[in-house]
């Protein structure tokens, strides 16, 4: 049996296409942390499973969500994500004849109408499928990570990301991580970090092949990367 979850808040414009995404699953279970719109209604609505619940941040509710899963195998994607029709193949005979403990994705993003082709943002490589009782998130908020017990092997297809719905709340989400990511080093960090994650990506990886939509992409995660460190110095 294959349970499919998703962790959401206030995610009511786009849970339904999540949910549809993985309505090959067995069980399309979302955990809810207290959304005031419609979310709960339209995940229902779509086919799945709803428990509501609080916010213990996020590798805890990706752990919560994966102990309430019903499979023997568990699919995890976000509520900003979807699984290609490719991707959906490769996972259903992933789990009807397994070759690994858990398997990686390539995780496509989609930058305010952009899809990106280079740099961080594809192929982005996450584990995100995985036996039940062989894997669990682990991290630290906001950047978690599933941790398999077992060999992992790589699936055909795409996990399309679209996670900012306006270049204002790509900023906001900056300095909400950043406030939980900030990280105390030298200034030498500070200084030195933002540059090279800008060289990596839009030099190294590509980036600058995605046009103007990958230099603004690789600027921001300078960005990111620059209130990271800097957070650490500046905030009490």
């Known amino acids: ?17 999540a949910v549809r995404s993985v309505a ?3 069980e399309v279970l979302v955990v809810d942390s207290g959304s005031a719109d419609a979310t709960v209604a339209r995940a229902e609505a779509a086919g799945a499973r709803v428990v509501q619940t609080d916010w213990p941040g996020f590798v805890a509710q990706k752990n919560r969500a994966w102990a309430l899963a019903r499979g023997e195998w568990v699919l995890s994607i976000d509520a900003d994500e979807a699984v ?13 004849s397994p070759a ?7 995780r496509k993003t989609r930058w305010l109408g952009h899809d990106l082709a280079h740099g ?5 490589p996450r584990v ?8 669990r998130w682990e991290g630290i908020d906001p950047h978690d990570h599933l941790v398999v017990a077992g060999s992992v092997a790589p699936l055909q297809g795409i996990l399309h990301h679209d996670p900012y719905r306006s270049f204002e709340e790509h900023l906001r989400t900056i300095d909400r991580y950043t406030a939980l990511d900030a990280r105390r080093g030298s200034w030498l960090d ?8 800008f060289i990596r990506g839009y030099l190294l990886k590509g980036g600058f092949r995605d046009g103007w939509p990958g230099l603004a992409f690789a600027a921001l ?14 905030d009490p």
């Not at 049996?1 to 296409?17: G, P, Q, T």
């Open 1 to 17: 049996m294959l349970s499919a979850v998703i962790i959401a808040k206030d995610e009511a414009d786009r849970i339904e296409a």
């Open 24 to 26: 090959f699953a067995d």
């Open 84 to 96: 290609s029709a490719e991707l959906q193949t490769a996972i259903r005979a992933a789990v009807a």
């Open 100 to 106: 690994a403990e858990g398997f990686e994705v390539k």
């Open 120 to 124: 961080f943002a594809f192929p982005d």
């Open 128 to 135: 995100r499928l995985a036996r039940k009782d062989r894997a």
């Open 190 to 197: 500070v200084l030195a970090r933002p540059p090279w994650h």
């Open 221 to 234: 995660g300078a960005t990111y990367t620059f209130t990271k460190w800097s957070r650490g110095h500046w």
